[in-house]
């Protein structure tokens, strides 16, 4: 067991201040030779020696909370280590479950496409134009409902189509190849900060980045069937549920389903770390009344944490509910909008 600090104390407000503080435990091998993972934790804080004046101090690393690590982000984190640790994103039973929906929606585009270019080759452009969805009369007009309803086709038809042919050859590949003994899957975050201990007088902000990583090492390989999603009809269940896209768009089930059936079955060891990183610095007055007193100051400072820790398991997160102005994208917008369309007309 190691642990230990370092402390420097200022002796007036202006002075730097650093602390330091770590603990965890020691070793490097474990009897069967591999390397040993160690629980650590470390927390660091520093504040540079004020610059300028020392009439009036500023504290540039003592302000408003931090972001933080949350449940919705070690979904993410434990959605890429299910990736990473299959090798793809193919899943057979949910493709088996909607199969059907692919047949349909390809025979009807051929039909329409083969008789277009048949009226077209008869010269009806009228007609080969109404065939792919565009205005009855005269003038050739793209009728609404038809623009909505060919987005959400390639949206929800077309572009997972040909995504998941693609994840069937790598599907594929992995299988074939096997997988490698060591998973790593990494997820990381920024955010704009201000750490002014005097908001309303000055600011001090600065960027904070956290980055959690799990490594895992394998006992024993993710089976064939459990792979490709042979044994997650959950998935299957929900994936066939109405607009069941849209709920994993402020609730994310479907990431859920999909985590909890690898990773209650991944046997071996993890070492989680998560790292978090600031700095920030004195950049202006907010109180025109302090403008003269803090003219030419500068200070910063710095932070840093890490936390480490082993586990033979994992407990699959749960899902939480997403800020909608956050899950709404521009495309998002664009589909509910043409979802809405379709319902109403």
Not at 81 to 96: I, M, Q, S, Y
């Amino acid at each position: 067991m190691t642990a230990g600090s370092n402390v420097h104390s200022p002796s007036n407000s202006y002075d730097e201040t650093y602390v330091k503080t770590w603990s965890g435990a020691n070793g490097k091998y474990l009897s069967d030779g591999r390397d040993k993972w160690n629980a650590y934790s470390m927390h660091l804080v520093m504040e540079s020696v004020q610059y300028g004046q020392n009439s009036f101090p500023v504290h540039v690393n003592s302000g408003p909370s931090l972001m933080t690590w949350n449940n919705a982000d070690e979904m993410r984190l434990q959605s890429k280590l299910v990736k990473k640790t299959r090798g793809h994103e193919f899943n057979l039973a949910v493709n088996l479950a909607q199969a059907n929906q692919l047949i349909e929606m390809c025979s009807t585009t051929i039909l329409k496409l083969g008789r277009s270019l048949w009226y077209l080759k008869r010269g009806d452009i009228q007609s080969a134009a109404r065939e792919l969805g565009i205005g009855r009369y005269h003038q050739i007009r793209l009728n609404s409902r038809d623009v909505s309803g060919r987005w959400l086709e390639l949206q929800y038809g077309w572009l997972p189509s040909v995504s998941d042919a693609f994840e069937a050859a790598k599907a594929f590949e992995a299988l074939s190849e096997g997988r490698a003994a060591r998973i790593v899957a990494v997820h990381k975050k920024y955010a704009r900060i201000d750490r002014s201990a005097a908001p309303s007088i000055y600011s001090a902000p600065g960027y904070q980045l956290l980055v959690k990583k799990i490594v895992y090492e394998m006992d024993e390989e993710l089976s064939f069937a459990r792979s490709l999603g042979l044994l997650d009809p959950a998935s299957v269940v929900w994936e066939i549920v109405p607009y069941s896209f849209v709920i994993d768009w402020f609730l994310p089930i479907g990431t859920y389903l999909d985590n909890l059936s690898v990773i209650p079955k991944l046997k071996g060891r993890f070492l989680s770390s998560l790292y978090s990183k600031w700095d920030t610095r004195f950049f202006g007055v907010n109180d025109p009344n302090y403008k003269t007193l803090l003219s030419g100051t500068r200070r910063f400072g710095h932070g840093r944490d890490l936390t480490r820790s082993i586990s033979s398991s994992l407990t699959t997160q749960g899902p939480s509910f997403v800020n909608p102005i956050t899950a709404l994208s521009r495309r998002r917008i664009a589909s509910a909008v043409a979802l809405v369309h379709q319902a109403l007309t």
